[in-house]
């Protein structure tokens, strides 16, 4: 069975650029999550969607991120402008549906940003 | 608000050389917690999942225990593979943001 399938794996670009990351989750999961991680941190949660809808985005900087799921399956996250200290991994998550309860959180290998 | 905190930061062991890693939360009413795995350059890799006090649960040479304050990862007789970054968290209690909290790891390097 495939993982969370994610890229670039890695991507380097000056500020005030803008960037997309993309996702795609494990088939059947209807629950998808983005994270940010720094060095040294554990991840922190930008964003998590029930099939199209974003359920809990209190933590994404909607200033200069943005998010969307179309048809309930892959997923891309912008940012523009970047800034230096957006500098981190991106990180893209998957779970069966949370509506019974919590379910493990299967990971993709991420997105290392860095921004010059 | 939730919190959880791991101790050590770092580990080094021999191999051989059993140890534990701890992981203490604040938060009402939890509804889970969550041990991963996490090597350098890739994502956090599911290990177990501990819902209640008193429940353990083991996959080779580790073992999670679980009480209503904190969470052990018991490491018995590590070889270097098992180095790696080692991540616990929880979902929001009750009333609290509604956002998965995780600590900010245990580095465990073991030498051969």
């Known amino acids: 069975e495939a993982g969370v399938v994610q890229s670039p794996r890695y991507k380097i670009i000056e500020k005030k650029q803008p960037v997309a990351f993309w996702c795609n989750p494990i088939?059947?999961?209807?629950?998808l999550y983005w994270y940010l991680q720094n060095l040294g941190q554990g991840p922190e949660l930008l964003i998590r969607?029930?099939?199209?809808?974003?359920?809990?985005d209190s933590q994404l900087p909607k200033d200069r991120f943005s998010a969307e799921r179309l048809k309930g399956v892959d997923s891309t996250l912008k940012i523009q402008p970047a800034e230096l200290g957006d500098s981190a991994v991106y990180l893209c998550a998957s779970s069966l549906s949370e509506t019974s309860g919590y379910n493990e959180q299967f990971f993709g290998p991420g997105t290392r940003l860095t921004v010059l | 608000e939730d919190q959880v905190t791991q101790s050590p930061e770092a580990l080094r062991l021999q191999e051989g050389e059993s140890s534990s890693l701890n992981c203490s939360y604040t938060?009402?009413?939890?509804?889970?917690l969550f041990w991963y795995r996490q090597d350098p350059g890739k994502g956090p890799e599911f290990l177990f999942t501990?819902?209640?006090a008193g429940e353990e649960k083991e996959k080779e040479r580790l073992k999670a225990t679980l009480t209503k304050k904190e969470s052990f990862l018991h490491i018995t007789a590590p070889k270097p593979e098992d180095s790696a970054t080692y991540l616990c968290?929880?979902?929001?209690?009750?009333?609290?943001?509604?956002?998965?909290?995780f600590g900010k790891g245990t580095k465990l390097t073991v030498n051969p």
């Open positions: 968290a929880v979902p929001p209690g009750e009333g609290g943001s509604e956002k998965l909290v």
């Open positions: 969607y029930e099939n199209e809808e974003a359920v809990d």
């Open positions: 088939s059947g999961h209807n629950t």
């Open positions: 938060v009402s009413g939890l509804r889970g």
């Open positions: 501990l819902y209640s």
